[in-house]
């Protein structure tokens, strides 16, 4: 909105409303001032290919198989510099790549801390599941961990040190081809507020217990719809504009 019809807007209100209308103007330009980050690398590990890069599938796979050792993980990277401060709303989102009725599922939603010094070396076209920053692989399969009590961190070999956890779990299902599936979490918004290096990777990995035939499927951004993080900048700046309209018309009458 430009100062002039601003102006006229202010010049023609009764001053009594002059607030209300502020205040009302100031939500609808937070509103407006959504922005939206589109993913720099996204690709996917996979436990029982260790060394094998996925890039360049048509899909990203999630999944903690306890039956076998096909465990996936999703790795989402996204450019952050020039982020404003206090941001708020964020929403890390996604587009499913397949149809799948299957219900009662769970995903879980990790944040890689600045502390990993992997953070800013990996990119999509030569991470591994033996490589992968968050993860510590052991070599062991996962029915064996199972047996003899692993926990389920550990037989999703999550570097836990290195990990923020997001969303606990959330739940999905059935998936629905070209639908969206949303991130969001008060940890979510702290976690991108508190970077400072410019960037910040996610891992998506399946929260509950699975069989290798059950998995959550993604479009990458080379073959779909890629992942994006949405927000909202903190509406400091257009507040300060609204109120500055109505000091200066108040002064003119």
Do not use: H
Not at 84 to 102: E, I, K, M, T, Y
Not at 118 to 137: H, K, M, Q, R, S
């Amino acid at each position: 909105m430009t100062w002039r019809p601003l102006r006229q807007l202010f010049s023609r209100t009764p001053t009594f409303l002059l607030p209300a209308c502020v205040a009302s103007l100031a939500c609808l330009q937070g509103m407006a001032l959504a922005e939206t980050i589109g993913v720099a690398d996204d690709t996917w590990v996979r436990e029982d290919n260790a060394d094998s890069n996925r890039n360049g599938n048509d899909e990203m796979n999630a999944r903690t198989d306890l039956d076998g050792d096909d465990n996936d993980v999703i790795l989402l990277r996204f450019p952050t510099a020039g982020l404003p401060a206090g941001v708020s709303d964020v929403s890390l989102n996604l587009f499913w790549q397949r149809n799948d009725s299957s219900t009662a599922n769970e995903l879980k939603l990790y944040g890689l801390n600045e502390s990993d010094p992997d953070e800013t070396l990996w990119d999509e076209e030569t991470v591994t599941y033996n490589n992968a920053p968050g993860l510590i692989p052991d070599g062991v399969d996962p029915t064996a961990e199972l047996g003899g009590g692993a926990s389920f961190d550990e037989i999703q070999d999550l570097d836990v040190a290195n990990l923020t956890l997001l969303v606990a779990s959330q739940p999905y299902g059935p998936q629905e081809i070209n639908e969206p599936y949303s991130f969001s979490s008060a940890a979510l918004d702290a976690f991108l507020n508190a970077d400072t290096n410019g960037e910040v990777t996610f891992l998506i990995l399946r929260a509950n217990e699975s069989t290798s035939g059950n998995q959550a499927r993604f479009w990458p951004k080379e073959s779909g719809p890629g992942a994006t993080l949405t927000f909202v900048p903190e509406p400091g700046t257009a507040g300060l504009v609204l109120l500055a309209g109505l000091a200066a018309v108040r002064r003119s009458r």
